[in-house]
């Protein structure tokens, strides 16, 4: 069985996106590209929400991704991708599959040889964490204040303990902070 591993990024303050959706804010240097890479390496597979999924699938198979992040675009491209959807009918960006239910997700989660990962997506992860499906959460804090936009846990609906499991500082200023979810009492 493999794990639902969460990656998201925040701002100091808590966002994972800044107002109307500004995501120009990450501090992304030598460092970080590094941890990407190795992170996405130790994914046997990535899960995304729709929107997500649209998004990465618009830069990461162009040239100027390619340009800019060989050794991230190489990996990003390889890696099966798995969409939670009800409204696409493909995932062209593949190979690529997609998911109906979080009954699909569980049992591709108990299938998987290797750990799933998700990034952004955060509809989708939430969800995911409160039917127990998400067994680690890395949050990447920055260094950054946006002073408002869209809330790290937005859409969380009740209380999850979370165990800090690890903690890394990048000379950026970055703090990759990762929790184990648990259970309430």
């Given at each position: ?56 699938a618009a830069y990461w198979p162009t040239p100027e991704a390619e340009r ?118």
């Amino acid at each position: 069985m493999g794990r639902v591993v969460v990656f998201m990024v925040a701002s100091a303050d808590g966002f994972y996106e800044g107002p109307g959706r500004a995501f120009d804010w990450p501090v992304v240097d030598e460092e970080f590209g590094a941890f990407a890479v190795e992170q996405l390496a130790g994914f046997g597979g990535l899960l995304f929400g729709r929107i997500t999924y649209q998004g990465m699938a618009a830069y990461w198979p162009t040239p100027e991704a390619e340009r800019e992040d060989p050794r991230t675009a190489a990996l990003m491209n390889a890696v099966p991708k798995y969409v939670a959807t009800l409204t696409l009918e493909h995932a062209d960006w593949g190979p690529g599959r997609i998911l109906r239910s979080t009954g699909e997700i569980a049992e591709l989660r108990e299938q998987a040889g290797a750990d799933l990962g998700v990034f952004g997506s955060n509809g989708l992860w939430v969800r995911l964490l409160e039917t127990g499906l998400v067994d680690e959460i890395r949050i990447m804090t920055m260094p950054v204040a946006l002073g408002g936009g869209r809330s790290l846990f937005t859409g969380i609906h009740s209380r999850v303990h979370l165990e800090l499991t690890d903690t890394r500082v990048f000379r950026s200023g970055n703090v990759l902070l990762t929790y184990r979810p648990r259970p309430a009492g």
